[in-house]
């Protein structure tokens, strides 16, 4: 004698159900937020890098008034202006005994 119990195999699969019921909108929800955060660091990119442009040209522009500034004609002039005189015999650093010798006997 065969004994059928269909309500008994129907209770098993409602668990079974709602559990992928569960994982399907889950992932859907994470995916949509993973997909959101990637967007948003696609702009914060974007963003920066533009920003980096505006950078490379101020420090291009900044590096051409720096240069023109210590031009050779210039740093003359700006001597001149401030009374500065040009030594023909620069001394610098020497450590020879004629310096020595000079600076100890009066």
Do not use: C
């Not at 004609?73 to 001149?80: G, I, V, Y």
Request: charged residues 30%; without cysteine.
């Amino acid at each position: 004698m065969t004994i059928i119990q269909p309500e008994r195999s129907r209770k098993k699969l409602w668990p079974l159900a709602s559990l992928i019921v569960v994982l399907l909108i889950g992932s859907t929800v994470f995916g949509v937020l993973l997909y959101n955060s990637t967007v948003d660091l696609r702009h914060s990119v974007l963003r920066l890098e533009r920003d980096l442009e505006e950078l490379r040209v101020k420090n291009a522009e900044f590096e051409d008034e720096m240069y023109s500034l210590l031009e050779t004609n210039h740093l003359t002039a700006l001597a001149r202006e401030l009374g500065l005189v040009m030594e023909r015999k620069p001394r610098y650093l020497d450590t020879t005994a004629d310096i020595l010798a000079e600076r100890i006997a009066p």
